[in-house]
């Protein structure tokens, strides 16, 4: 191992600032004595803010409310006979509701597995007859209904809780304000400890089938303390949440921290709201994948494009400056004369772009999937800093992030303190500390895979070191990030492509990009009979729309043992094989990906034209 590197930290910014309340991890050992003690501390403020659908007006739940809830749910859960270790899945969209389910588990010791709603009802089956979840919780008898109906026998499931229904309801589902009592019971002491399992999280790694992720009470305790220490949050901030709580980032950034720092949680309606939301509570802070700031991006680029020419000479004059004003706030430059017009650039320019975010965002934290360097260099040089951060769910999930005082938009930032760093073998970014996972649930084979003996854990990312701040170089193994944050691998779903006969050779695209897509060389033979079948003319246009959908149609069922994520939505066909001669492919047939995709430039930007 390369550990010749000395690891940087920025300033402590917890230690002895008078503005804040946060609970440190000797002050709350568990999750639950996190929440329990922001209560006792903070009582009559407001903890949540959330939109109540059936008087369509904003409610706000102060901590000592959200206690009363959270012990409604120790008691409904108690009764059901189940014991510490036990596991209980979340499949509810984000809110209080997931809050006091999940507070309520902890303190009794239970595990929590959380579950992503947009996901494919057979994913979820999976992951509930894997983990062996005793309770599940899901918002409708349909989804219910539609996970029951999967192959997983999930035996182990004896309880299923439902937020709402139309109907009478079978003999083991119950309607959640029937089965949660009208009070609750206050418990003096949780059942947990710091080491013990907290949650189960699965993640799709490099397989089809999903792996779950131990983490224990301790692992993110330590992690929510360590951003704090790097970002540290105010208890007058008031933070939207957009991002399912089901992922690691938002879990523990967006949640546990926002409990240790004392603030306010906003959630949001949903990502369609996301702008109404952002303007009518004009939140301070945000934690984002760079998805959402690249629509910001476009929204503004365009507005600039489509208006007068002293518009965009204004605009541009502005980012110009604002990026000169960011340098030497940064340390990286030195004073200008332009700096003087800054305070009417931003008056007349900077800050009317960012009241569209809600004007009060004093940053965004990123993480997920790499920030387009221009997105990043536009919102930081106009008045908020996108600052971002790289972890892995194995890791609680944060390893390192940008700071205000340190940001170098062309990095990952500056690792956390506790979390320990280096380069291994061919440059692989090697990481051990506090945070790291327990291992894999009931696969041992993949934690030996992914952990060395002395508690590293390979993150499969190739990385250098910059003055201090990391970078990402390459992926050891070929995986794909979408824009969304998640990581699917291309290589499993070529190969289960590849096996229908009328897919000769493939290559999955959408690397940065909001889905996947897919280039296709078809098998001659296989194609004159998929026109016969389909009553196709044999010279019809591969790439004719009507084409594309039978084409995707017939390849749906080779992708149905991958996540809802990873699925094809546009591909691109040819009869062309890609040959050793145009140098596509090695003399042992391996895909030469970057040729590929240099040749299929054009073909591949109109897959995702719009979008």
């Known amino acids: 191992m390369n550990e010749n590197q000395a690891t940087v930290y920025p300033p402590d910014g917890i230690s002895g600032n008078p503005h804040l309340d946060v609970i440190a991890p000797d002050q709350a050992r568990t999750l639950d004595q996190l929440f329990r003690e922001r209560v006792r501390r903070s009582a009559d403020r407001v903890a949540y803010t959330e939109f109540d659908s059936s008087s369509k007006t904003w409610v706000d739940r102060t901590w000592a409310e959200m206690a009363e809830e959270v012990e409604r749910w120790q008691i409904a859960l108690n009764e059901l006979n189940i014991e510490k270790g036990d596991r209980v899945a979340i499949h509810i969209p984000n809110g209080t509701l997931w809050v006091a389910c999940d507070q309520a588990c902890l303190r009794l010791g239970l595990v929590v597995v959380p579950l992503y709603v947009e996901d494919r009802a057979d994913n979820a089956s999976y992951v509930l007859e894997n983990s062996g979840a005793r309770v599940l919780v899901t918002e409708t008898l349909k989804e219910w209904q539609a996970i029951e109906q999967c192959e997983e026998t999930l035996v182990g499931l004896t309880t299923i809780v439902v937020l709402k229904a139309a109907k009478a309801l079978p003999v083991n589902v119950h309607l959640l304000q029937e089965w949660l009592p009208a009070k609750g019971a206050h418990l003096e002491r949780g059942l947990s400890e710091a080491d013990d399992l907290a949650s189960i999280v699965y993640t799709s790694g490099t397989t089809g089938r999903p792996k779950g992720v131990m983490l224990s009470h301790h692992n993110m305790l330590s992690n929510a303390y360590a951003g704090l220490r790097s970002v540290p949050i105010r208890p007058d901030d008031v933070a939207l949440s957009f991002l399912p709580l089901s992922h690691t980032f938002e879990r523990t950034i967006g949640y546990y921290v926002d409990i240790m720092a004392g603030c306010r949680t906003v959630y949001n309606r949903s990502v369609k709201k996301l702008l109404k939301d952002l303007q009518f509570h004009r939140p301070t802070t945000i934690i984002a994948v760079p998805r959402i700031f690249e629509r910001f991006y476009s929204r503004v680029m365009q507005s600039i494009a489509d208006g007068s020419s002293a518009k965009r000479f204004l605009f541009d004059w502005t980012v110009s400056v604002g990026w000169k004003r960011f340098q030497t706030m940064q340390g990286r430059a030195s004073w200008s004369p332009a700096l003087l017009l800054w305070p009417l650039l931003d008056k007349f320019v900077a800050s009317k772009i960012r009241a569209i975010l809600g004007g009060k965002l004093r940053f965004a934290v990123i993480g997920g999937a790499p920030l387009p360097y221009d997105v990043g260099r536009l919102f930081t040089s106009l008045g908020l800093p996108l600052m971002q951060g790289y972890g892995l769910t194995e890791s609680s999930p944060v390893i390192s992030v940008n700071t205000e005082e340190f940001n170098r938009l062309d990095t990952i930032g500056l690792p956390l303190r506790g979390v320990e760093v280096c380069i291994g073998e061919d440059d692989e970014l090697l990481v051990r500390g506090d945070n790291i996972m327990l291992g894999y649930w009931q696969n041992d084979e993949a934690t030996a895979a992914t952990m060395t003996t002395d508690g590293w854990l390979k993150t499969g990312d190739k990385a250098c070191f910059d003055e201090g701040f990391l970078k990402i170089t390459g992926r050891l193994k070929d995986i794909m990030v979408l824009a969304t ?4 691998p291309p290589a499993d779903m070529e190969q289960a492509l590849v ?44 790439n004719e729309e009507k084409v594309e959908q039978l084409i995707l149609g017939q390849l749906t069922d080779n992708l149905k043992e991958f996540p809802g994520y990873a699925q094809i939505r546009r591909i691109h066909s040819t009869l062309k094989k890609w040959g050793i001669e145009e140098d596509l492919i090695t003399p042992t047939l391996k895909l030469k990906r970057l040729k590929v995709a240099e040749r299929y430039a054009a073909e591949i930007e109109g897959l995702y034209e719009g979008h």
Do not use: T
């Open 499 to 542: 096996s229908d006969p009328i897919v000769r050779q493939v290559m999955i695209v959408g690397e940065g990009k909001p889905y996947l897509s897919a280039l296709l060389v078809l098998e001659p033979h296989a194609w004159k009979a998929f026109c016969r079948a389909n009553k196709l003319a044999s010279d019809v246009d591969l």
């Open 485 to 488: 944050g998640e990581k699917v």
